[in-house]
């Protein structure tokens, strides 16, 4: 599975953005998503993941009720929608992808694959 990570920018505090993570390859056999975040001189940190039907969510909490995940398996798509950003949320955002799709995780080195990231910037 091949992930690409897309969505990131500028935005100032208190704004939006939806980040998406396109999947490409053996997507047939299905896996549970999760995005992840990097600061500057911080170690990866989870943000949110999602099990391959959709139904089951996790999410930190420093993002719940700010923060969406979604999926659309026909287009192999994986979003999160961020809302209320603020300079915290600074990052590089990347998207991964467990082939034990009905277990979601909040530990990097659980998941087999990984996206390139994409940087989120906002400005106060």
């Given at each position: 599975v091949?992930?690409?990570?897309?969505?990131?920018?500028?935005?100032q505090?208190?704004?939006?953005?939806?980040l998406s993570?396109?999947?490409?390859g053996?997507t047939?056999s299905g896996?549970?998503?999760?995005?992840?975040r990097?600061?500057?001189g911080?170690?990866?940190?989870?943000?949110?993941?999602?099990?391959?039907?959709?139904g089951s969510?996790l999410?930190?909490?420093?993002?719940k009720g700010?923060?969406?995940?979604?999926?659309d398996n026909a287009?192999?798509?994986v979003?999160?929608r961020?809302?209320?950003?603020k300079?915290?949320d600074?990052?590089?955002?990347f998207?991964?992808?467990?082939?034990?799709?009905?277990?979601l995780?909040?530990y990097?080195?659980?998941?087999?694959?990984?996206g390139?990231?994409?940087?989120?910037?906002?400005?106060s």
């Open positions: 091949q992930l690409q990570a897309s969505g990131g920018g500028l935005v505090v208190g704004g939006s953005l939806r993570c396109a999947a490409s053996r047939s896996y549970a998503t999760g995005w992840f990097q600061a500057p911080k170690e990866r940190e989870f943000v949110a993941a999602i099990s391959w039907s959709g969510t999410y930190e909490n420093s993002v700010r923060f969406t995940i979604s999926r287009k192999n798509t979003y999160l961020m809302n209320s950003l300079p915290e600074t990052a590089v955002y998207c991964a992808a467990k082939t034990i799709y009905y277990i995780s909040v990097p080195n659980e998941y087999d694959y990984w390139q990231g994409t940087l989120v910037t906002v400005s």
